[in-house]
């Protein structure tokens, strides 16, 4: 079924969809870049603490960081650790991804933000354990010294609020630190 449109009609038609968004391209916010960007990649190893069990807990992590001033610093942090199945109740991923504003200097840098992990992991509650998955929303802090060029030392912590409908854990903090070597490169 087409409908024949009168020249009229589809002038009107055509009016309802503003010129701006036709010629306008797309704004994307990116922070200036004061001095230098830096990537950085590392392995990290530590705890989860998701209930009433911790939990072993190594993984990658990776970030990039702009500075804003000489000492300011925007980040862009993601680490994705994996709870080994050596432990009671098996495997499991926990992916913490976070943005920061931060302080750095010439051999480290600090910086802290809000931060959304998505995660599958064995967990126990006062009374239960089993599995659980979701997404949590927290914050994130992070440290890095740099001891000798590139190469340096990370730690970080993840504080999360896991909540949702599981008899597991309907509603309780998620606490995961670790530390381990990092590398970065800078590019200016």
């Known amino acids: 079924m087409f409908r024949k449109m009168g020249t009229e009609t589809m002038r009107t038609a055509g009016r309802r969809i503003p010129w701006a968004v036709l010629v306008v391209p797309p704004l994307v916010v990116v922070p200036t870049q004061g001095e230098a960007s830096e990537l950085t990649a590392g392995v990290s190893l530590g705890w989860l ?17 702009w500075r804003i001033t000489r000492e300011v610093l925007f980040k862009v942090h993601d680490q994705c650790s994996v709870v080994p199945p050596i432990q009671i109740g098996g495997a499991g991923v926990y992916n913490h991804t976070s943005v920061a504003i931060g302080y ?15 995660y599958f992991m064995p967990a126990c509650g006062n009374d239960l354990c089993g599995r659980v998955a979701g997404m949590a929303v927290g914050g994130h802090a992070q440290t890095s010294a ?21 008899l597991v854990l309907p509603g309780h903090l998620s606490v995961l630190v670790v530390a381990g070597p990092v590398l970065r490169w800078s590019v200016k």
């Open 49 to 65: 603490q998701a209930g009433t069990a911790s939990r072993l807990a190594v993984g990658p992590h990776a970030g990039i960081s």
């Open 104 to 118: 750095a200097w010439a051999d480290g840098d600090f910086s802290a933000g809000p931060s959304a992990a998505i």
């Open 146 to 166: 740099y001891v000798a060029g590139p190469l340096g030392v990370s730690v970080s912590a993840n504080v999360d609020w896991v909540g949702g409908s599981s």
